[in-house]
C-alpha cells in the first residue's frame, strides 16, 4: 500500500524549532514534487513549501527565511525544517507528494501532524 507518512510535530515555545518528516513507502518508483501545507482552525489549507524533484524550492512569504524544504531521494522522504517558530505557525501540516505508482503519477497526502507554538 502506498503511503505518506509524516512525524516532528509537537509542542514548541515560539523562537524554537522543529523538523517535519514525511516518508513515501510502498511501490513507488520514483517521487516528482513533494510540498508542505498547513491549516489552521477556521482557516483555509495553505501552502508553506514546496520542492521539485531537481531540489527548486518555493516558500510562502510567511515562511520565508525561517521554514527549508528538502528531499532525500534515496530515502523516499522529504523534510521541512521550522526554526524561530512564531505562534501564527499553530496548524496541521500535511505533506503532498506526486508519487510514480507502476509508471504512473498519482496525488498523495499524509494524514498530518500537528504543530503547536505557545507564546
Known amino acids: 500500500q502506498v503511503q505518506l507518512v509524516e512525524s516532528g510535530g509537537g509542542l514548541v515555545q515560539a523562537g524554537g524549532s522543529l523538523r517535519l518528516s514525511c516518508a513515501a513507502s510502498?511501490?513507488?518508483?520514483?517521487?516528482?514534487?513533494m510540498g508542505w501545507y498547513r491549516q489552521a482552525p477556521g482557516k483555509q489549507r495553505e501552502l508553506v513549501a514546496t520542492?521539485?524533484?531537481?531540489?527548486?524550492?518555493n516558500y510562502a512569504d510567511s515562511v520565508k527565511g525561517r521554514f527549508t524544504i528538502s528531499r532525500d531521494n534515496a530515502e523516499n522522504t522529504g523534510y521541512l525544517q521550522m526554526n524561530n517558530l512564531k505562534p501564527e505557525d499553530t496548524a496541521v501540516y500535511y505533506c503532498?507528494?506526486?508519487?510514480?505508482?507502476?509508471?504512473?503519477?498519482?496525488?498523495?497526502w499524509g494524514q498530518g501532524t500537528q504543530v503547536t507554538v505557545s507564546s
Open positions: 503532498n507528494a506526486d508519487l510514480v505508482v507502476y509508471g504512473l503519477a498519482y496525488d498523495y
Open positions: 510502498g511501490s513507488i518508483n520514483s517521487i516528482n514534487a
Open positions: 520542492i521539485t524533484s531537481g531540489g527548486s524550492t
